[in-house]
């Protein structure tokens, strides 16, 4: 949609919602996309896509509703769903929508280079299979991706706010006998993305896997790889330092302002002006976004709120409010979640290398307690892959994870709405034969 069309739409919305109720905030999301999909060797699917929304709230006497639309026509059904929503919705504390501000520069989540073009897709996917070939495994399937896209917040506080943002992607997953290996890329630029060393990583735990030894059940040091701290710390970490979840007493960090929760040459906060994939200048509510740190030396600080959490609790936003698309009301996130710490080697010395986990989203989020299925795990020694480990479970607890880190891998890796490193840990439970 051109720009000027785009403003027409919603200024139109928030003139008419002026006359409805006492605040309207219009959140539209538009975005395309070009992608091609592998099944074994060759191209099963390929393609582009068009995706728009718009998402619209309203406050009305402290009582909140929202609706989405993805018309542009229906936009006045929409608003009028959100006015019956909020006349359902009981009222609580409202101190306003936040008016203009000043926003701190646009973090590096746009690639102007990058074109919607299917020979990236075909010249990536190739790239993978070429990775591949490094290693006795075959290809199951596999994907490549390219897209644009644009946001825009705008509210009747006089807020307007709009932000482009790029992403390119890859992923591939490989079987050699009974034994599977997954590797992905993606960044918001695509010249940074490498499908040969996503293909040969695939290749090379399928592979490395096959032979695994039995390990036995006891206390070992461990290896933790970016995506599997990423996925462990996303299912608990996460949803502990959500205001929300603070105050009504689903976190184990509620009442622990003060404290040192977990290891004290571990800092941890969410910079959105850093190089990931959710970074932003401004949160889904048209706070302008910051650095917020929630652990300086293994203190707590801060715990994230959105509006409606600070003004019902008395707090302050963070500006942490996120948004998966137009469609729902938005919510207490983290756009881009930073470990920090002294730096070194992790895979010197003798531990057990954790590619990737299963079931992380089973831990649960009130206590930190996890039990999950290692994925590719290997023995790792003076930087070297050894003997692969056959299947294990890893069971133990994030927040005293946090505190039994030993070192901090020197290079780090952007996943999803993290840029974490490798992490090496001592005396942690695996459970074997």
Not at 66 to 86: H, I, M, P
Not at 132 to 159: F, I, L, M, Q, Y
Not at 223 to 235: M, N
Not at 238 to 263: D, M, Q
Request: hydrophobic share 40%; net charge negative; charged share 25%.
């Amino acid at each position: 949609m051109r720009w000027w069309v785009a403003m027409e739409l919603i200024e139109e919305i928030l003139t008419y919602g002026r006359t409805r109720a006492d605040e309207v905030e219009v959140y539209v999301a538009e975005s395309e996309s070009v992608s091609a999909d592998l099944k074994k060797n060759r191209v099963e699917h390929a393609g582009g896509s068009e995706a728009f929304g718009i998402g619209i709230r309203v406050i009305d006497h402290g009582r909140i509703g929202v609706s989405a639309t993805s018309s542009r026509e229906a936009w006045r059904a929409c608003l009028d769903a959100a006015l019956a929503s909020a006349r359902l919705a009981h009222p609580q504390e409202w101190k306003g929508l936040p008016g203009p501000a000043t926003l701190p520069d646009t973090p590096a989540i746009f690639d102007a280079s990058l074109a919607l073009d299917p020979e990236w897709c075909r010249k990536t996917l190739e790239g993978m299979l070429d990775g591949a070939k490094e290693h006795d495994a075959a290809v199951t399937g596999g994907g490549a991706s390219v897209s644009r896209g644009k946001v825009t917040v705008a509210n009747t506080a006089g807020v307007l706010y709009e932000q482009e943002r790029t992403s390119a992607g890859c992923s591939l997953e490989c079987i050699h006998e009974q034994s599977t290996g997954y590797e992905f890329d993606t960044s918001c630029f695509a010249g940074e993305i490498d499908p040969v060393r996503v293909g040969r990583e695939a290749a090379f735990f399928a592979e490395h896997s096959a032979d695994g030894e039995e390990i036995e059940t006891g206390d070992y040091d461990l290896i933790l790889s970016p995506v599997a701290l990423a996925q462990l710390l996303g299912y608990v970490l996460e949803p502990a330092l959500s205001g929300r979840n603070v105050h009504a007493g689903r976190s184990w960090l509620a009442g622990k302002l003060g404290e040192v929760c977990i290891g004290e040459e571990i800092s941890v906060y969410d910079d959105p002006l850093d190089r990931g994939t959710s970074s932003t200048r401004f949160d889904a509510e048209g706070m302008p976004a910051r650095k917020l740190t929630f652990f300086d030396h293994g203190e707590l600080r801060s715990y994230a709120y959105d509006l409606r959490t600070a003004y019902r609790y008395g707090a302050e936003s963070t500006g942490s409010a996120v948004r998966g698309g137009a469609g729902g009301a938005p919510a207490i996130g983290v756009h881009t979640l930073v470990i920090d710490g002294p730096r070194d080697t992790v895979d010197d010395e003798r531990a057990v290398y954790v590619h990737d986990v299963v079931g992380a989203h089973t831990a649960n989020p009130l206590t930190g307690d996890f039990s999950v299925e290692l994925s590719n795990p290997s023995w790792v020694e003076g930087g070297e892959f050894t003997t692969p480990v056959k299947g294990a479970m890893y069971a133990g607890n994030v927040f005293t994870l946090l505190g039994e880190v030993v070192a901090l891998g020197r290079e780090e890796r952007s996943i999803g709405g993290a840029v974490l490193p490798a992490v090496r840990l001592s005396g942690q439970r695996l459970i074997g034969r």
